[in-house]
């Protein structure tokens, strides 16, 4: 219902915010509204089962936003609840399936990396017998798996940088930046900084063996204070489907030549076309 107006809002999220018809941002305008809309009423609905203290109310995320309370003690409108969804659906959806559409485009360049990742995830498979079930001690051990999506983060990062505000007066690379004006960090700079990632441009999970890069050089996720509180979710939601690919699938890209756009995380121009084909008993 609303992947569609989805997919426009996020068109229009880093647009020129001119509101005249025909502009990506006026189209962002429209979609937002009737999200919205469609939120509301799902909001009202369970408002009204959770007030009526019914059994069969769903105990999850939106229930617990309806009952949460800012700290003065006031209850959160329904419009502003829709709107945190509304950026719950923004953080986690493309900036997931873009660093998932990655790895599975640098497994496929990559058959050394690929192979290791496969016999770390048919170790944990074995274990678990064709029925078992992931659990959080297994996600714990696919460390190689996660040092080749910290690579692919540094390399692609889903989000491409954000703003900040001066609180004070300073002077950077010869710059003076005045307090109060508005900043934009730059991901894809800080991660292929030769100073603290040799050979930048290579892709090469081992970058990130050991004690790993510096503090504040490998920055998918922000850092310090204001780092993305759904790090280790996003780590668990990737591990899972990674682990559950590698081991009943192999792939190869119909284009090698694909090229990639950003909108605004990136993600392949064509939509990253594969050849799909079952991993059968070969490895099992």
Not at 80 to 92: H, K, M, P
Not at 111 to 117: F, G, H
Not at 275 to 280: D, F, I, Q, S, V
Request: one cysteine or more.
């Amino acid at each position: 219902m609303i992947y569609h107006p989805f997919q426009i809002l996020t068109q229009g999220f880093l647009s020129v915010p001119i509101d005249i018809p025909g502009t990506a941002f006026n189209r962002a305008l429209k979609a937002s509204k009737f999200i919205h809309s469609e939120l509301l009423e799902i909001i009202r609905k369970r408002k009204m089962e959770l007030e009526q203290k019914e059994e069969s109310a769903p105990r999850d995320l939106l229930s617990h936003m309806l009952s949460a309370l800012h700290e003065n003690g006031d209850v959160k409108s329904e419009m502003e609840i829709s709107t945190q969804v509304i950026c719950l659906l923004f953080a986690t959806h493309h900036t997931t399936s873009s660093v998932i559409t990655f790895i599975l485009k640098y497994l496929a360049e990559f058959p050394d990396v690929y192979s290791k990742v496969l016999k770390e995830q048919m170790d944990i498979a074995k274990c678990k017998g064709p029925e078992g079930f992931l659990k959080w001690d297994d996600i714990q051990k696919m460390k190689y798996t996660w040092n080749v999506a910290y690579e692919t983060m540094r390399l692609t990062p889903p989000v491409q940088g954000t703003f900040r505000e001066a609180i004070t007066d300073f002077t950077y690379a010869g710059f003076t930046i005045p307090e109060g004006w508005k900043m934009h960090w730059n991901v894809n700079t800080t991660h292929r900084d030769p100073k603290y990632f040799p050979n930048p441009d290579k892709f090469d999970p081992s970058k990130f063996e050991g004690k790993g890069p510096q503090p504040f050089t490998f920055v998918p996720f922000g850092g310090g204070p204001r780092m993305c509180p759904g790090r280790e979710y996003a780590r668990a939601e990737v591990l899972a489907f990674i682990h559950n690919v590698v081991t009943r699938f192999k792939w190869q890209k119909v284009d090698p030549s694909e090229k990639v756009a950003y909108n605004p995380s990136p993600i392949p121009s064509k939509g990253f076309p594969i050849h799909l084909r079952p991993l059968e008993n070969e490895f099992i």
